[in-house]
């Protein structure tokens, strides 16, 4: 059985964790069944970019991370307080922890700030949220990355993603990683999506 560790921060976008969360349930119930995934947060209760409040199953001071196979983490907004957990040194321990073990790590639109501020991506290619009017492209280079204009990037072990839009495949992506492609197809074509 693999763990992926959904790592939860204050302010992350409940849509962009949805994925993660149907993506491998769907698998667990109807692919390979080889998939667990886990919620964890740095506190018992976080609340998301809309105010919708969840429970994450564990606390980051509870986990074994050896336990665990892949990483996962949902982008958010600063408004909502999002980079004062992405940015929390136990956040970026967790980050860093599965660098150094070269174990899979997907994140979506800014929860790639979390792997450039954790210093995983410098000289590594990677994107972030890419609209017009942002600057986050420019932040990530802040952080060493070679930051590409494209929608989902793939450097070694480290997906990013420029947008929420992105979500569904950077979770096949990942999912595909930790199974194989035939499995991916069949639960793509259980949930309703173009082979």
Same mark, same amino acid.
């Given at each position: ?8 921060? /204050?302010? +992350? ?9 149907? =993506? ?27 105010? +919708? ?14 336990? %665990? /196979? ?11 307080? +999002?980079?004062? /957990?992405?940015? /929390? ?7 860093? %922890? +599965? ?53 989902? =990037? ?32 069949? =639960? ?8």
């Amino acid at each position: 059985m693999k763990k992926i560790l959904l790592l939860l921060a /204050d302010g +992350f976008e409940a849509a962009e964790a949805s994925v993660f969360t149907d =993506v491998f349930g769907w698998n667990r119930w109807e692919g390979d069944g080889n998939t667990e995934l886990v919620t964890v947060g740095l506190r018992e209760q976080i609340k998301c970019t809309w105010n +919708f409040t969840i429970i994450p199953e564990k606390v980051i001071s509870d986990i074994v991370l050896e336990e %665990y /196979d892949a990483l996962a983490i949902p982008g958010g907004f600063e408004e909502a307080g +999002f980079y004062n /957990d992405a940015f /929390d040194e136990r956040f970026l321990g967790v980050i860093r %922890y +599965f660098h150094a073990k070269q174990k899979p790590i997907a994140s979506i639109c800014v929860a790639s700030l979390a792997l450039g501020k954790s210093g995983i991506l410098q000289d590594r290619k990677a994107t972030t949220y890419n609209h017009p009017t942002s600057h986050r492209q420019d932040q990530l280079r802040l952080y060493g990355a070679n930051v590409q204009n494209e929608l989902i =990037v793939i450097d070694g072990h480290i997906i990013t993603s420029s947008n929420p839009a992105t979500g569904f495949e950077v979770a096949f992506l990942l999912l595909e990683q930790l199974t194989s492609e035939t499995n991916v197809n069949r =639960v793509k074509e259980l949930m309703g999506f173009e082979i």
